[in-house]
Nanobody, 123 residues
Framework: QVQLVESGGGLVQAGGALRLSCVASGRTPSTYVMGWFRQAPGKEREFVSAIVGSSANRYYADSVKGRFTISRDAAKDTVYLQMYSLNPDDTAIYYC????????????????WGQGTQVTVSS
C-alpha cells in the first residue's frame, strides 16, 4: 500500500503561483512514476504532469506546458508541482497519484491516489 498526501492548494489571483506537494509513505518503490491530475467541477479528471524516476523524464499536458514544473525530492519521498501564471481555467482539485503501469497519461494507469488539494484561481 502507498499513502499519498497532497498539500499547498489555496486561493490565488490570476497570474499568481502555487507549489503543490505530495508526500508518499508505505511501499514507496511503487512511486517510481508519479503523476498529477486535476478535476474541475462538472469535468472529467485530466492529466497534468508526470515524472519518471528522479527527474530524467517529465511529461506535461499541453495546457500547462511552460507554466508548470514537476519535480521530486527522493530523500523526502515528495513530488512537487510548481505552478506559475495561473489562470481561472486552472481551478480544480489537484490529485497526485502513483503509476501502476500502462499509459502514463491515463488516470486508469494509476493505482494509488491522494485525497486532493483545491486550487482556486480568481480573475
Amino acid at each position: 500500500q502507498v499513502q499519498l498526501v497532497e498539500s499547498g492548494g489555496g486561493l490565488v489571483q490570476a497570474g499568481g503561483a502555487l507549489r503543490l506537494s505530495c508526500v508518499a509513505s508505505g511501499r514507496t518503490p511503487s512511486t517510481y512514476v508519479m503523476g498529477w491530475f486535476r478535476q474541475a467541477p462538472g469535468k472529467e479528471r485530466e492529466f497534468v504532469s508526470a515524472i519518471v524516476g528522479s527527474s530524467a523524464n517529465r511529461y506535461y499536458a499541453d495546457s500547462v506546458k511552460g507554466r508548470f514544473t514537476i519535480s521530486r525530492d527522493a530523500a523526502k519521498d515528495t513530488v512537487y508541482l510548481q505552478m506559475y501564471s495561473l489562470n481561472p481555467d486552472d481551478t480544480a482539485i489537484y490529485y497526485c497519484a502513483a503509476h501502476g503501469g500502462g499509459d502514463i497519461y491515463s488516470s486508469r494507469s494509476y493505482t494509488y491516489w491522494g485525497q486532493g488539494t483545491q486550487v482556486t484561481v480568481s480573475s
